[in-house]
T-cell receptor
Framework: DAGVTQSPTHLIKTRGQHVTLRCSPISGHKSVSWYQQVLGQGPQFIFQYYEKEERGRGNFPDRFSARQFPNYSSELNVNALLLGDSALYLC???????????FGPGTRLTVL | DAKTTQPPSMDCAEGRAANLPCNHSTISGNEYVYWYRQIHSQGPQYIIHGLKNNETNEMASLIITEDRKSSTLILPHATLRDTAVYYCIVRVDQGAQKLVFGQGTRLTINP
């Protein structure tokens, strides 16, 4: 079975641009979470979605938004990119009611 | 979620048991202890979790002290592939699914 997949694997943007990152959860998983991992730090929670509804939000500015589609895949959007947004963006999925989260390989975003 | 404290780094010889400590002195009664690890350039991987009893699976064992203020993750026969950053996380087992990661312990397995 395929695990959590994310695209693209790497991305380079310039300040002020916007970016869309994509995530496909494990088949049957309806919950998707997004994390940001800055170099040298642990992952930081951004959003959680379940059944297309936002169920949790971390301490990130409104430039960050996300949505979940009927097939449970998800997009993370970041507007007005800043240099500090350079990070590894991780997506995780899990079965609701089960707390083991399965992480994808991440998208490495570099903002120049 | 309660805060956890882990040593920043540890070394272990290949084939020996690796024992990774975690302090969570402010843990509350309904909070579980979770362990994840992150191998370089990969997403975190779930290892094990427990409430108050010791737990064992195919990857590791989790020993939680009786007062639940600390725990130890044990990798019984460490291999080079176990070199990773190990995160101890304390969280309630309900509600939003967010995981609060600290700095973790960078475990290096030496040949």
């Amino acid at each position: 079975d395929a695990g959590v997949t994310q695209s693209p694997t790497h991305l380079i943007k310039t300040r002020g641009q916007h970016v869309t990152l994509r995530c496909s959860p494990i088949s049957g998983h309806k919950s998707v979470s997004w994390y940001q991992q800055v170099l040298g730090q642990g992952p930081q929670f951004i959003f959680q979605y379940y059944e297309k509804e936002e169920r949790g939000r971390g301490n990130f500015p409104d430039r960050f938004s996300a949505r979940q589609f009927p097939n449970y895949s998800s997009e993370l959007n970041v507007n007005a990119l800043l240099l500090g947004d350079s990070a590894l963006y991780l997506c995780a999925s899990n079965l609701q009611g089960y707390n083991e989260q399965f992480f994808g390989p991440g998208t490495r975003l570099t903002v120049l | 979620d309660a805060k956890t404290t882990q040593p920043p780094s540890m070394d272990c010889a290949e084939g020996r048991a690796a024992n990774l400590p975690c302090n969570h002195s402010t843990i509350s009664g309904n909070e579980y202890v979770y362990w994840y690890r992150q191998i370089h350039s990969q997403g975190p991987q779930y290892i094990i979790h427990g409430l108050k009893n010791n737990e064992t699976n195919e990857m590791a064992s989790l020993i939680i002290t009786e007062d639940r203020k600390s725990s130890t993750l044990i990798l019984p026969h460490a291999t080079l592939r176990d070199t990773a950053v190990y995160y101890c996380i304390v969280r309630v087992d309900q509600g939003a699914q967010k995981l609060v990661f600290g700095q973790g312990t960078r475990l290096t397995i030496n040949p």
